[in-house]
Nanobody, 123 residues
Framework: QVQLVESGGGLVQAGGSLRLSCAAS????????MGWFRQAPGKEREFVTS????????AYADSVKGRFTISRDNAKNTVYLQMNSLKPTDTAVYYC????????????????WGQGPQVTVSS
């Protein structure tokens, strides 16, 4: 079992930046691949980015490439999502998710989820 606690959401103007954090706790939590997903009102949950347990492999949705960066610090059991050049279309609840070792772009493959902080980007 892995427990995930996110922080860092909030309100920001278009063009601004935010950094989300996801702290993992539990047995062997540093060996879990991590993903970030988001869900806007009235829309399905969508993949944003993911990272392997070692940090050597990452994946990004086309909509965030070049603007968002995922990273992790296994000494702190924490994954970060740095979001730059934010757009109103980035407004959503952002969820951190974990699965064993190999990351995936599919939400269905992640058994562990955080509570999801709100990110609101105003125009």
């Amino acid at each position: 079992q892995v427990q995930l606690v996110e922080s860092g959401g909030g309100l920001v103007q278009a063009g601004g930046s935010l950094r989300l954090s996801c702290a993992a706790s539990g047995r062997s939590s540093s060996l879990y691949a991590m993903g970030w997903f988001r869900q806007a009102p009235g829309k399905e949950r969508e993949f944003v980015t993911s990272i392997s347990w070692s940090g050597s492999s990452t994946a990004y949705a086309d909509s965030v490439k070049g603007r968002f960066t995922i990273s992790r610090d296994n000494a702190k059991n924490t994954v970060y999502l740095q979001m730059n050049s934010l757009k109103p279309t980035d407004t959503a609840v952002y969820y951190c998710a974990a699965r064993w070792v190999v990351h995936s772009t599919s939400a269905a493959k992640y058994p562990f989820w955080g509570q999801g902080p709100q990110v609101t980007v105003s125009s």
